[in-house]
């Protein structure tokens, strides 16, 4: 798109979607907002400065001056509301996952594809620093081989009858009983956003809570914690845990070469830690905000990442080139956790996981 003016962004989703920067990146603004409730509309438009708002998404993509949309409704939504984006001839930067069915990935794909928009995945985990540092390990050949990498997401209650995310207004939301591998994103990509490997098969296993949610719900789901090991198509090993019904926090890695190690910050405790197997341990991780323009070089959520994320998409858009968690990494941070998923429901059968990559793969 031409660079002389500034990306033109329509926001969809007044509640997590109202913590991004759009409106202070220096290339680009926010035209438009919309929720299908009144007090996120109006949430939105205080949020971005942004005095159009639209009732839905559907309306929203027919209003014309938009190049892009961001869209931060419910994970079922996604794929049918990117869909619908990037047919009306718009950019589309959409929350994760990506998708909730393999069906639904072979879609996403084929639309991009056959549109030639750009599409990216908001992977929070993705600008973590520990995953820039990890990238940066990995691209300098410092792990030495990455054998074995510990990728995890906690969040105690999602899903289950007592948690206020998973109800609005007394009715169930997307979130009650949602199957834990379903949500895999931010696990998954400390691997494959890290180093671009892709998890060719799985083995999962899943524990039953005795909770409401988790015996009671749309996806027909009995588990409230689930644990994959992923087998990745350079025969290394992930162990991919996202759990809603044990005590502990957050997103968080740990990746172990044959020459070095990186082990991130956790609520445990675990300090930050670059072991090598020369030289001296770092303990202090190191400072990314200098990549970012100059007015969101602020600390925000989720390590962060929001500002990368915002960044790296409106550079994308406006220099012509795929993002950074472009489609083709978007599902293969999604699929596995599907597959990983329909692994625990057959008691830990090892499944391949399918790959939507293009023949051959761009490195
Ligand atoms: N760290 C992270 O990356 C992170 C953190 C939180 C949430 N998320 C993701 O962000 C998304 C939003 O999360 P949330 O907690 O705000 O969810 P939510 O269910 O509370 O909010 C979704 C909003 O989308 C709106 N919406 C749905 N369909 C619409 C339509 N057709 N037109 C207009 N608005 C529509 C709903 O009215 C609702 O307000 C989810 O997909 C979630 O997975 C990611």
Redesign the pocket.
Known sequence: MASDRKLRIGV????????FHFHEHPLAEVVAV????PD??QHLKERYRCDTA???????IRHEPLDAVA?????P??VR?SVAVMEHGKHCF????AATTLEECALLVATKERTGMRYMM????YYRVDAITARRLHDDGAFGELMYSEVEYYHPLIGAEGDA?SF?DGER???YGLPPQL?P??STGFLVGVTGERLVKVSCAGTLSGDRGHSDNVYGSPFSNECAVFITDQGHICRSNVMWNVWNHG?RAQWMGTDCSLFAEGWSGQPFAIRPMEGEPQMTPAEYTHLLPREMRYDT??GG?HPFLTHEFVSAVIEDREPAVDVYEAVAMTAPGIVAHESALRDGEQLPVPSFDPTPREE
Request: with cysteine; glycine share 12%.
């Open positions: 969809v989703g007044g509640g997590f979607g109202a913590s919309s929720d299908l409730l996120r509309r639209y009732d839905s998404l559907e309306e929203l869209v931060f409704s419910g994970a939504d996604h509301q959409c929350a994760v996952p908001a992977e929070t985990s995310l609005a939301t997307w979130r949500y994103t931010h997103e959520g989720h990442s």
